[in-house]
């Protein structure tokens, strides 16, 4: 049985904005999902994120700034309730699913930095938590593929359901489909132990950067914030770049 028959944590945050740095978390979803049955347990949060959510940001997940201030809960137990579930199901030998997770679970991070709480990416690294990210997945098997890579986009290609875009719960979901997908559809992927495709990913993620910063280049265009990591940014690079 591949590890895609089995329990799968899917997760997804939607957010201020796209800086892993700066931004915060506005509502995030761990769902724990059965991959034999389909059935999920989902749990969502909003967040107060105690800044102003941008237009730009309400466009896309349409929680306004007045709207979490009066319903969302404390940040601070949104990122050690999130944290939380994950590491709980880390220790249990259950995958972190989702897509461009080094955004999600890098914020996460930062963000339970700004709080005072124990680092999220430490823990996650120490351990050594198996991340599946669809979209570095995606990216190695079908590298030349044509088309946006954007989630939506990716659902459809996976002719996978997606019932509604920028909604931490939908997205979560989603994203673990397109996994599941992905793991049907390529049996050696499907096999391989989870430490394994952790690895695999990890290498496949630093030289799709790698490709990514030489294109740029060619285009004179600035690369610099084009990072190999995976799938958590380190938080102390960053701070020597400050």
């Known amino acids: 049985m591949g590890w895609h028959k089995g329990m799968l944590l899917a997760f997804d945050l939607e957010t201020t904005g796209i800086d892993v740095e700066t931004d915060r978390i506005v509502t995030g979803c761990a769902s724990l999902i059965n991959g034999t049955t389909g059935e999920a347990n989902t749990h969502t949060l909003l967040a107060n994120p105690g800044i102003e959510i ?10 306004t700034t ?10 601070a137990h949104v990122v050690a309730v999130l944290a939380s579930a ?12 989702g897509y461009n ?5 890098t914020l996460l991070d930062r963000e339970s930095r700004r709080h005072g709480l124990e680092p999220f990416g430490e ?7 198996v991340v599946i990210d669809a979209f570095v997945l995606d990216k190695h098997l079908d590298r030349y593929r044509k088309g946006s890579r954007k989630l939506a986009d990716v659902c459809a ?8 875009a920028h909604d931490a719960s939908h ?28 690895e695999l990913q990890a290498r496949a993620k630093a030289e799709q ?12 265009k600035p690369h610099d914030d084009v990072r190999d990591e995976w799938p958590v940014i380190p938080y102390e690079r960053q701070e020597a770049q400050a």
């Open 101 to 105: 997770l080094a955004y999600d679970l």
């Open 54 to 63: 941008p237009d730009a940001a309400t466009q896309v997940h349409g929680i």
């Open 123 to 129: 823990q996650l690294t120490a351990a050594r938590g």
């Open 66 to 75: 007045e709207y979490a201030a009066e319903h969302g809960e404390d940040p």
């Open 209 to 220: 950067a790698q490709s990514f910063r030489a294109y740029l280049q060619k285009q004179g």
């Open 86 to 97: 994950i590491m709980g199901q880390v220790f249990d030998g259950v995958p972190v699913v």
């Open 157 to 164: 290609h996976y002719d996978v359901r997606i019932d509604g």
């Open 171 to 198: 997205d979560a979901l989603a994203a673990a489909r397109v996994a599941y997908r992905i793991a049907q559809r390529n049996p050696h992927i499907a096999d391989m132990p989870l430490h394994e495709l952790h």
